[in-house]
């Protein structure tokens, strides 16, 4: 790994092939580089450009690519232009983002079943007829017949509209929050689309404290085949495994640890201190002690990450009996937030005892 600093306090890793320096630290969804500072939220783009550019930030321009790399913060690929000449660059080089496909229909009907009303129309089949076989609306018959149905769109149910790639992935068609992953709204609630496809596939509702967790890393897709159910941890791990979490646990993000500081945190867990108290210690949660004692964040690059036992942790914390006296608690009806403490572990621990996801021999 080549790190280079391009302006004081910002570094990223040189790829020797296309010139470009690529941003280590958090990132937005679409791929830009951010950075925590002076209380707000910035594009490391657009300080670098600042950099070369005195005056850049408050002068309304946009910071734009030259390599059509989101994450690249090399100065020499960055100029300055209106919206308008950032539009013509991202349409001169098909760059531009294509609107969300919907098609009419879709929410009641499966796209096998708007292929049909299209062939038994042509067929010879009226309208009204076909509104009542399907159970729409006049209306909603006439747009589907209009409608050009891409050869690639599929339907995974429950009815969510999905693009099918080459790769297998099924990218979902509808909208998305910040990260990619898709949204629905039911009962006025905007819901997660993967964790309903995943339910439907297992017959039950996952819990809380269970991810839906991707096999082949792209946030947007909805195939059934390519999500699996798994604890935080386990996400967690997976996502350590296949280095996506660089940008959390790298010393160029914006952490407020340091390797010395990570070193010395695991040298006290190794001599027997509590999780809880040593988050204390440094101003951090819990669950950031808990990533760093079982290498799932401050990783070393090539380091093998340990995988839990089932039933439990890395160096089971409790002991069966202390699991069966947490449930016997629960059952008598105290709370999680009360039972942690007495054991020493965070509330996730307690709900992961409660949901038999853990210590399942209990």
């Not at 898709?182 to 404290?209: D, M, W």
């Not at 296949?242 to 407020?256: D, I």
């Not at 002991?319 to 020493?344: H, N, V, W, Y």
Request: aromatic share 6%; hydrophobic share 35%; proline share 4%.
């Amino acid at each position: 790994m080549s790190i280079v600093t391009v302006i004081p306090g910002i570094e990223g890793e040189l790829d020797l092939d296309t010139g470009c320096i690529n941003w280590q630290g958090s990132k937005f969804g679409n791929g830009y580089g951010r950075k925590w500072l002076d209380g707000k939220t910035v594009l490391v783009h657009r300080l670098v450009l600042e950099s070369k550019i005195a005056g850049f930030l408050d002068s309304g321009h946009f910071a734009c690519h030259t390599c059509d790399n989101p994450g690249c913060i090399n100065p020499e690929h960055l100029v300055a232009g209106s919206a308008a000449e950032n539009t013509g660059q991202m349409m001169g080089r098909n760059r531009k983002t294509p609107r969300r496909k919907s098609i009419s229909g879709i929410g009641k009907l499966s796209i096998a079943q708007l292929r049909e009303i299209q062939t038994k129309y042509l067929a010879g089949t009226i309208k009204n007829h076909l509104a009542k076989e399907y159970g729409v609306d006049h209306d909603t018959i006439t747009k589907i017949l209009k409608a050009n149905i891409p050869h690639n769109f599929t339907t995974v149910s429950p009815n969510f509209l999905g693009e099918i790639q080459d790769n297998g992935c099924i990218l979902f068609q509808g909208s998305k929050d910040g990260q990619g992953y898709g949204r629905y709204f039911k009962n006025g609630k905007s819901k997660s689309v993967t964790r309903a496809i995943l339910a439907l596939q297992l017959g039950y509702e996952l819990p809380t404290s269970m991810d839906a967790c991707h096999t082949c890393d792209r946030p947007s897709c909805i195939n059934p085949e390519h999500l699996w159910a798994g604890t935080r941890t386990q996400n967690l791990l997976d996502a350590s495994k296949k280095g996506r979490t660089q940008g959390k646990s790298h010393p160029l993000s914006n952490a407020k640890l340091d390797w010395e500081k990570v070193r010395e945190i695991r040298q006290k867990l190794a001599a027997g201190e509590r999780m809880k108290d040593v988050a204390e210690q440094y101003s951090v949660g819990r669950k950031t002690i808990h990533d760093i004692k079982y290498h799932v964040t401050w990783k070393v690059e090539g380091e093998e990450v340990p995988v839990p036992r089932m039933g439990g942790s890395l160096d089971r914390k409790l002991t069966f009996a202390q699991a069966l006296e947490i449930r016997e608690r629960i059952q008598a009806g105290e709370s999680l937030a009360k039972i942690a403490p007495d054991f020493g572990v965070c509330k996730s621990v307690i709900s992961d005892i409660k949901n038999n996801i853990t210590y399942k021999g209990v």
